[in-house]
């Protein structure tokens, strides 16, 4: 019976979200296995409670690790509906399409990205072949795209400078390909290891070192990246990194490079940076920037208006930060 209505559930719901639905079930599930040896409905009750009270998801439920924390403690955290009640309340949707178009939002936070860039809509294949042949190695990005997806790099030395066409690619952008920092560049080579930096109304709340792995130009979560807390006062990592099924690293697992106790280069550019561009984007008070870090400069590669509440010291420290947003709330206020 339950088979049947679970079916007929889904059916009602559009192919994406039903995928998306099924993968996160079963990641709910296999995290039962793990952590209630199997006690599903017990889980599942009190993963409806959370929901019902806290505003918790399914990740939410393990990733905060609220089977083990008591109802004061689970009360600290953003979870999934609280996030998106602060997303509706201080962020401003009329710059939600911006924030989501690669081509629009690199020209609204020009000053702020320490990159050359073309929008491949916009240009003919001359003009593409001279970007690439000045850089030699550039970055595609799809201008919608989400969480590293359909990202690749283009290398005049493997493709040649004419292999490409710019007609085949006009929902793409193609940018300079950033040279980070040596000392984050030795944990990962194949990607671009970047900070994702929490702000609301102004104010960081949260910051984290994201590194991929196995071969991967992005370093994002879902695209089998780790991700580790960063002491707002120190600009070190201080946490275990963990990816997308929450086991944790004390190195990385390719490279073998320590990833606790990094202090991340030009910290101090970093938070001068992302307070500079938040008052650039006043009307989106609560974001997640990523920031590349070079060896001289720091550069802002996006600005994501849900900016993953899970992304932060929430799940690598086990630190809500419910009560932080709270506290900026009152004191804006007065």
């Given amino acids: 019976m339950w088979n049947d209505y679970w ?16 993968e996160r079930f079963e990641l709910f599930n296999s995290n039962t296995k793990r952590y209630f040896c199997g006690k599903y409905l017990h889980a599942w009750l009190d993963e409806c409670f959370s929901f019902l009270v806290f505003g918790a998801s399914p990740d939410d439920y393990y990733r905060y690790q609220f089977f083990k924390k008591s109802f004061s403690e689970r009360n600290q955290f953003i979870t999934f509906l609280r996030s998106k009640r602060i997303i509706r309340k201080y962020n401003d949707t009329s710059f939600f399409p911006m924030m989501n ?17 073309l929008d491949l809509s916009k240009v003919d294949d001359d003009a593409f072949h001279a970007f690439l042949a000045k850089y030699g190695r550039i970055i595609m990005k799809p201008y919608g795209g989400s969480g590293g997806k359909g990202i690749f790099i283009v290398d005049i030395s493997e493709t040649g400078s004419s292999q490409i066409r710019v007609s085949d690619y006009r929902d793409y952008i193609a940018e300079e390909l950033l040279h980070q920092h040596p000392d984050l560049e ?28 196995h071969g991967a130009v992005v370093d994002n979560m879902c695209s089998n990246g780790l991700y580790g807390n960063i002491d707002l006062e120190t600009g070190i990592t201080d946490s275990y990194f963990m990816d997308i099924g929450l086991s944790l690293y004390e190195r990385h697992p390719e490279t073998q490079e320590k990833l606790i106790g990094i202090s991340i280069p030009n910290w101090s550019m970093v938070q001068d940076t992302v307070k500079q561009a938040a008052q650039l984007l006043e009307k989106v008070q609560y974001v997640g920037w990523d920031v590349a ?13 849900a900016p993953g509440h899970d992304l932060s010291i929430q799940s690598s420290k086990q630190q809500g930060l ?3 947003i709270k506290t900026i709330e009152q004191l804006h206020q007065r």
């Fill in 101 to 117: 178009d690669k081509r629009l939002l690199n020209a609204f936070l020009e000053p702020f990205l320490g990159r050359e860039w």
């Fill in 7 to 22: 079916c007929f559930l889904m059916s009602l719901i559009d192919g994406n979200t039903r995928t998306l639905i099924h």
């Fill in 293 to 305: 870090v070079l060896k001289d400069r720091v550069a802002i590669i996006e600005a994501n208006e």
């Fill in 186 to 213: 030795r944990l990962n080579p194949s990607s671009v290891n970047t900070l994702r930096v929490m702000t609301f109304q102004g104010e960081i709340i949260s910051a984290t070192l994201k590194v991929g792995q």
């Fill in 322 to 324: 419910y009560q932080k």
